[in-house]
């Protein structure tokens, strides 16, 4: 039994290879010791908290209204801005995406500032 498994592990494990080298994923490394990618992460979160404060637009907006009673995209619209409760505010870069979400649910929110 041990060696039929052990075979089928490998063909799936061959299988799997193809598949990838096929579909032109590139090949897994070994996993390494952890610390680069521990390393990368401050970098990139510092370059995120960075980035409003580089001159790009942003907006703040406020919920003041429920979403209860709202249809469901709409109440996803709401938890895809970061709002979760009234009065509530949260602060997002101004793009054209957001400014939709923000026209989607204009009933629910206000903007508090630019």
């Known amino acids: ?6 075979s ?6 061959a ?3 193809e598949v990838a ?3 032109g994923v590139p090949k897994k490394t070994a996993k390494s010791t952890g610390a680069a990618p521990a390393a990368a992460r401050p970098a990139a979160s510092a ?9 790009k ?3 703040r907006i406020r919920q003041v209204k429920s ?21 509530q505010e949260v602060v997002r870069p101004d793009t ?5 979400q923000i026209l989607k649910v204009r009933h629910l929110v206000e903007v508090v500032g630019e």
């Open 1 to 6: 039994m041990a060696e039929k498994e052990k």
């Open 96 to 100: 054209p995406a957001l400014r939709g």
């Open 47 to 55: 370059a995120k908290a960075a980035a409003p404060e580089a001159g």
């Open 21 to 23: 080298s096929a579909a």
């Open 67 to 87: 979403g209860i009673c709202a249809p469901v995209d709409q109440k996803q619209t709401l938890k895809g801005l970061g709002l979760r409760r009234i009065r």
């Open 8 to 13: 089928s592990k490998k063909d799936v494990d």
């Open 57 to 59: 637009k942003t907006v």
């Open 15 to 17: 299988l799997l290879t």
